[in-house]
């Protein structure tokens, strides 16, 4: 439960609000948990499946091709979407464009300031990105091989994922402590194996694996001398952790990379490296997040433009709700004005 409360917020569980992300966190299809699947070849093959489904019905997918701004036309009462630009000095000329990126790198770094008014993009500077988290690979000869009294967790169908927890007490002092720039020695870690159940993710007789733990300090200045020293430190923590239960652990280990949130955000865009592109905050989450054409009362006044990223209202996870819900307002405003010519109105 405390990790539930905790993993989308930058909060200790102790504090006011926490329960919101609990609850995001226990939502399930139907109360169904089997609902919830890892695909076959990791995440990595939906993406896949999305690229040629668009390209077999007349799509392009340009990949390395970073956009640095939305182009508005607002010569004329109202502005409106008219394409992007990337950073290659494409020009890509659309009356709809999508952004399945963070809200607030939409609004304040990809369209022109004077295009929209300044308590909106004040709105969009306030959405908290504080990642703070240590994500690690690893490459093993064997899988873990936990000891008394956990042996339980050896049974392959508790290794898709396994929690090794700290009280929430401990929890709420390491978030503190994070955010004096202390390390925590004995970090809360949430350890997967897909290889045992997707052997594609591995080598013949190997097994891939990962982990993800809190807290990373980002903030207080790092009490280990620098940002990489801290991170190599915290990546030892959660080796240690995880061969106290399984002693093969680290023995096994053939070669590992460890991610912070700010390799993160370089590598896919997440500012302050958080995943959610607005963390679960009481204040950033159901009518606190902005929809499709923005937040409630507050409408992004610019024709064609849509968001549907994880930062989103139906978001983050792996949900295709805000995605699906800007497809579903940009159909539907298409249909107004086509309604609207018509009729002649």
Known sequence: MTVLAVNTLYRGPATPGSAAALAFGLGVPEGDFVR?????????????????LLERTGGEVRLRSKVTEIVVDNSRSSARVRGVRTAAGDTLTSPIVVSAIAPDVTINELIDPAVLPSEIRDRYLRID??????QMHFA?????????PYQALNDPSMQASMGIFCTPEQVQQQWEDCRRG????????V???????????????????????????IEGGSKYGGYGR???EMGQNVIDKITRLAPNFKGSILRYTTFTPKHMGVMFGAPGGDYCH????????GPNRPGPKGFIGQPIPIAGLYLGSAGCHGGPGITFIPGYNAARQALADRRAANCCV???R
């Open 36 to 52: 919830w699947k890892k695909l076959r070849g990791g995440i990595g093959a939906l993406t896949t499946h999305l690229s040629q």
């Open 129 to 134: 990105h504080r990642g703070s988290y240590l």
């Open 140 to 148: 093993l000869a064997q899988p873990p091989a936990f000891a008394a």
């Open 182 to 189: 202390i390390v925590p020695a004995d970090p809360t870690v």
């Open 191 to 217: 350890l997967q194996i897909p290889s045992l159940h997707d052997p594609s993710l591995a080598p013949a007789g190997k097994q891939a694996a990962s982990a993800f733990a809190m807290w990373f300090p």
């Open 230 to 232: 801290a991170k190599v």
């Open 278 to 285: 607005a963390l679960l905050h009481s204040d950033q989450i």
């Open 342 to 344: 018509l009729s002649g």
